[in-house]
DNA sequence: CGCTTCATTGACCCAAATCAATCTACGTGG
DNA sequence: CCACGTAGATTGATTTGGGTCAATGAAGCG
């Protein structure tokens, strides 16, 4: 099970081999594209979704007076916007972290395949849905945590995420985002992420050099920031 | 068209005499509740959705330490939890802010109409996503402005969402949300809150008393704030 | 090897929190 | 009809988490 779209979209209902098959035949011919690339930006009326197979991205927004809010991540298995059937224009922007392998589906091909497989629309309402759960959280994150929790959660939130596709080596992982990004995504100025940074690591909490972040005490992460892995989903519903 | 959901579903698609009568019969046998009761708790499995038809309600969760985030409002026309068919458990209550009255639909009518009712489907599907890119709005607005324009953001959005089913007078409506909980939607103290009205009536930016806000200078307002009703899609794509 | 992007550190500042009283408007029971 | 009780609004005094400004290190790379 190479393709991590079928790796994502198995954790919520069975597939079968015909599912898979389908699955496979989306993400086939993917293209690389190189860091820090927007692969959608605001205003654009997107015909086709993407799928991101390797590297990470992340959907943000920036105001007029240039403050950007980051309002998500996204790894591979993710698809950039099931959106695009519906609404009209994009109200945000979606950009790489790092190199990356992207597939581009047409609209066409995601309606034909969620007519055909029933199993397949049904995972991917599924999806739609945890993605909504994750932004309650990240807002219920930025509104009442201090800065120390709130990144301790997103650290959480992000080790989560990556162990369902296998992209965790115990409680390290690559995480191709900079200070600055971080601040951007919690609402915080580079300069005090770091101070927390610096913080997490004299207690022995994280080691975090280039872009390997490793969670040396996952307990004491997840307690401080009142993490519950619940609204990720990772188990199906009986 | 006195249906609010009627009301509210029209915006995004045609909807035919029949799908009307079906949107009717789901409002039907409305009950009468009285402010500050829960309609859904965490924890929850609920087995039905609620339809809000009139009065306020809000989505919030409570963190161990008692401090409340309000994640969004519930107004008439609102269905309380389309999730409740892919997810498991409730992770935040629903709860009243008035007086109001609701119909209990359950989840089979729902999948009926939307299995018989295309354009039903399509414009629930619709009304999710919004939801979704509002949510993204908040956080935004949470992430990246000062309280001033924080809640100068969220009366406009307010005012938009309740001119859609007519529930605005001019720049006025009721609102009957408290400066504390004001304060736990944009993740600020009451006291805050209380000193950035006061700021808001010394410029005849508003004027609020009781329930009633009233916005003097929506242009300013939206200014100020970067307002940009679009996310709330009240048009439709051609 | 020189650039450029990130990370780090220090000094100082401010928006918003905290703490602590009032004040006001209502609804209720007598 | 009125005294109380209570939820919500208001105000003042004080504190603080995180921002701002400004350098100075590192590290990766063409």
Known sequence: MTNPLTRKLARFTDLDDEDVAELDRLAADPVERRASADLIREGDRPEDVILLLRGWAHRYKVLPNGD????????????????????DRMDHSIGLLSDALVATIPKRAILDVTNRRPAIAKALWWSTLVDEATLRHWLVNIGQRDAYDRIAHLFCEMWERLSEIGLTTGGGFEMPVTQEQLGDTMGLTAVHVNRVLQRMRSEELITLKGRQLVILDMDRMRRVSDFDPRYLHRTRRR
């Open 68 to 87: 950007r809010q980051i309002m998500a991540y996204l790894i591979p298995g993710d698809l950039c916007d099931p959106h695009v059937f519906i609404l």
